[in-house]
């Protein structure tokens, strides 16, 4: 009869911590989840470099970078440059 009680204390520990763990989210706090979340979001949808239509290469420093819309992605600046692409002025 004694060890029944050991089985079920035990079983009951297990199923308190796995809850605990849950609810408590330790393994990632909601803070972290979400600027994992954030970060995956942008690497997905703005690429480092893009060269607008008319051929103006922006960077994520540029002014425009935002709003140009209509645009091949790059790498990196010198990419972008090399496909025939400029600087903004």
Known sequence: MKSKWYVIALV??????????GYF?????KEQKNEKEAV??????????????S??????NSKYYAATKNFEAFDN???CLDSGGRLPY
């Open 12 to 21: 009951a520990l297990i199923v308190l911590l796995a809850v605990s763990w």
């Open 25 to 29: 989210g330790w393994h990632f706090s």
């Open 40 to 53: 995956a979001k942008e690497l997905q949808t703005d690429p480092p470099v893009k060269k607008s239509s």
């Open 55 to 60: 051929g103006i290469c922006h960077d994520k």
């Open 77 to 79: 600046i010198q990419l």
